[in-house]
């Protein structure tokens, strides 16, 4: 993905941000993220996370998620490659829904998926 490509809404801020969340699970959420993108999408998949319209993102370059699977990928189980235990949505759903994020699944601008986390409450930062 190319850096400061971005496609409706306000602009990505580029600036540093803190996140107001347990960091043990929003470690585990980006874990399961990437792990699903690279799972689906192969290991030359790229991974950008970022922030735009007040929320928090992540999004790659892969295959993308089908908008008929985009429900369904959060229940427990739910999965397309065989030896998969098809949990990885599932806990990022449940990590986003213990600290009051809501998870939408559009399609990132290169054709892979992306996941915007709505909801999240960003710390002030200090520019120096």
């Known amino acids: 993905m190319e850096h400061g490509r971005h ?6 801020d580029r600036r540093s941000k ?5 960091p043990d699970r929003l470690q585990q959420l980006f874990e399961n993220l990437i792990s699903n993108a690279i799972t689906h999408g192969g290991p030359a998949t790229t991974c950008a996370v970022g922030t735009a319209d007040g929320s928090l993102y992540f999004e790659d370059d892969g295959t993308g998620i089908p908008e008929e699977d985009r429900e369904l990928v959060f229940e427990s189980g739910f999965t397309t490659e065989a030896g998969n235990m098809g949990l990885g949505l599932t806990i990022v759903e449940r990590i986003a829904s213990a600290h009051g994020w809501e998870l939408e699944i559009t399609d990132s601008a290169d054709g892979g998926a992306r996941l915007v ?8 930062t200090m520019v120096n």
Not at 18 to 22: A, F, K, L, P, V
Not at 117 to 123: C, E, I, K, M, R
Request: charged letters at 25%; a negative charge.
């Open 117 to 124: 986390l709505h909801g999240v409450s960003f710390q002030p």
């Open 7 to 12: 496609e409706g809404g306000d602009p990505p």
């Open 18 to 22: 803190q996140i107001e969340r347990d």
